[in-house]
């Protein structure tokens, strides 16, 4: 007989609530994973701790292994990342989709042990003035997101890649889903762009 371990649950391993602050910097990384294991308002990136996870993705959809390695994807998508393609193509550089993307990378890097909790904050913090000077709103960063997500498809079709991310249209629902106002559990609605904007509070 096979036993298979069940992974704990994030939120019992990472007690700490989020700050307002906190919570508006994880949930740059929302609209990446639809999927229900992702955790969106944990720094850690999944609902249970599972740190090989972690490493297989950023092996497969980053081939990072090493700390330098991670550091120089995150530098590259904050200094111009794949925004370059879409302004050479529309016109238009679509910030939201590179944050997302690094805002993801930096929550996994620390999930398998490339980055420190520290390390993981200060990355996440680098990219708050670029956000909060291009976008007043959640629905602004999430067309954004979308416009990225298809200009990227369109580079990575026919390629290994193409997998890499959900298809349009569930990306397109996931997107839906953060930005309902009946929506609880999404962070966005905890968190609007704005309250970056304002003093930071310690959850009660």
Partial sequence: MVFTLIKPRTQRVYRTPLTPHQLWMVSLSAPVRP???ASRTTLYPFTRVDDDKARRLLAGQWETGTRDELLGRL???????FR????????????AWDIA?????ARCGFAAGLL???DAWNLLKNVVPQVARTYNTWQEYADHYLLGLSVW?????GTPSESLLAPRDVADAHVKSLLDPANRKSPWRRAP????????????
């Fill in 35 to 37: 999927g229900k294991g």
């Fill in 75 to 81: 530098g590259t998508l904050a200094r111009s990342g």
């Fill in 84 to 95: 370059e393609r879409a302004r050479a193509r529309l016109g238009v550089e679509p910030l």
């Fill in 101 to 105: 993307l690094y805002a993801d990378a």
């Fill in 116 to 118: 420190s909790e520290a």
């Fill in 153 to 157: 498809r369109e580079g990575a079709q």
């Fill in 193 to 204: 762009l704005d309250v970056i904007r304002r003093p930071d509070l310690r959850p009660e």
